[in-house]
């Protein structure tokens, strides 16, 4: 018999002091699919990576709403972080290592390229004035 999926989502404030709560709640969803530390780790990043750039850059100079979900199903996790905020002109281009539109304020620009290189995939939609969903999946090697 297959084993059922497990699904959790959250939804709170664009403040800065939940980019750690949202960390802390990823990884506590999926700890009971016993992850390797580095995989651990390797998501706890990549949410933050996504988290924050919705702090920063969605809602700019306002507080607005964050929507995680996370689902594991066959040893596979998939989340999605999702703003109402500005959204993003250009994808491509925002997805390009370096690249940030805040670059007066120390931005490294490197968001998407660190969530790249922790998950198996990263998908960005976004759309001007709409906000933006960005949806990411890692295949889970448990420990034996």
Known sequence: MKKPSNEMKL???SLSENESFARIAVGGFISGANPRIDELNDIKTAVSEAVTNCIVHAYRDAVGKIELTARLADGVLYIKIRDRG????????AMEPLFTTLPGEERSGL????????????????KPGSGTA??????????I
């Not at 949806?135 to 448990?142: E, Q």
């Open 11 to 13: 939804i709170f404030p």
């Open 86 to 93: 500005c959204g993003i002109e250009d994808v491509k281009k």
């Open 111 to 126: 968001g998407f390229s660190v969530m790249e290189s922790f998950m198996d995939s990263v998908a960005v939609r976004s």
């Open 134 to 143: 960005v949806t990411m999946t890692k295949k889970l090697r448990t420990k």
